[in-house]
C-alpha cells in the first residue's frame, strides 16, 4: 500500500504544472530564478525555434500571455536552458538564442549613441557593458549573426531588418590598431567585422 501511495506521489512535469508553479509566485518584476534550487525534473518536450516561436509537444503555443510567462523564468544554467520554479527545474531546447530582437531605437551619435533593443516577448535592453552587443560569423557563408545580452546569459538574436538597420547607424573604429565596423552604445564600441573585409 505505501509503494502504491509513493507512485502515485510522482508527477512528469507539464507545461501547466510548471505554469502554475510560475503564476503562484508572487513578485514585482522578473522572478529571482537565479535564487531557486529545486530538484532537476529531467527535460520536457518544449522547445524555442530560431525564429522564437515556443513549441510544447510539437505544437506551437498560440497563448502570447503563457509564452510571456515562461520567459521569465528561463535561466541558463551552463549550456543548458531550463525553466526554473521554487519547486522544480527542467531543461528545454534552445535551437539557437531564446529571444529575438525584433526592433530597437537610437539616439545620439558616435560615442554619445544609445541602442535600446526590444524583444519579440517585450523585453528591452539598452546596449553597453552590462548588455553588449556580438556577431558571430558562418565558417562556410561568412554570414553574420548578431546577439544582445537580454539578461543572465540570455541573448537575442537580432533579426535581419533591425540588423539591416544598425549596419546603417555603424561606423568605423580602431581596435587595438585595427580598423574595425561596428556600433556605438552607452560609450561602448561593439565590433562586427574588419574595415579591411567589408565588401
Not at 40 to 67: H, Q
Not at 74 to 97: F, H, N, S, W
Request: net charge negative.
Amino acid at each position: 500500500m505505501a509503494k502504491e501511495e509513493m507512485a502515485q506521489n510522482i508527477v512528469k512535469p507539464s507545461a501547466e504544472g510548471i505554469a502554475a508553479s510560475a503564476r503562484a509566485v508572487k513578485t514585482r518584476g522578473l522572478p529571482p530564478v537565479h535564487l531557486w534550487n529545486p530538484p532537476d525534473c529531467g527535460d520536457i518536450d518544449m522547445r524555442i525555434a530560431r525564429d522564437g516561436t515556443w513549441f510544447y509537444l510539437g505544437t506551437p503555443i498560440g497563448r502570447p500571455e503563457l509564452v510571456r510567462l515562461f520567459s521569465t523564468i528561463l535561466r541558463k544554467d551552463g549550456d543548458r536552458y531550463v525553466l526554473v520554479t521554487p519547486v522544480e527545474k527542467v531543461g528545454i531546447q534552445v535551437d539557437d538564442a531564446p529571444f529575438v530582437a525584433v526592433d530597437f531605437t537610437a539616439t545620439g551619435t558616435g560615442p554619445n549613441q544609445t541602442l535600446t533593443f526590444e524583444t519579440n516577448l517585450g523585453d528591452t535592453a539598452t546596449a553597453g557593458r552590462a548588455h553588449p552587443i556580438r556577431v558571430e560569423r558562418d565558417a562556410q557563408t561568412g554570414e553574420p549573426a548578431p546577439y544582445v545580452l537580454i539578461r543572465a546569459d540570455l541573448e537575442a538574436l537580432i533579426d535581419r531588418k533591425s540588423f539591416y538597420r544598425l549596419v546603417d547607424i555603424g561606423a568605423h573604429h580602431d581596435v587595438e590598431g585595427t580598423s574595425w565596423f561596428g556600433l556605438w552604445s552607452q560609450a561602448h564600441f561593439f565590433p562586427v567585422i574588419p574595415s579591411a573585409e567589408l565588401p
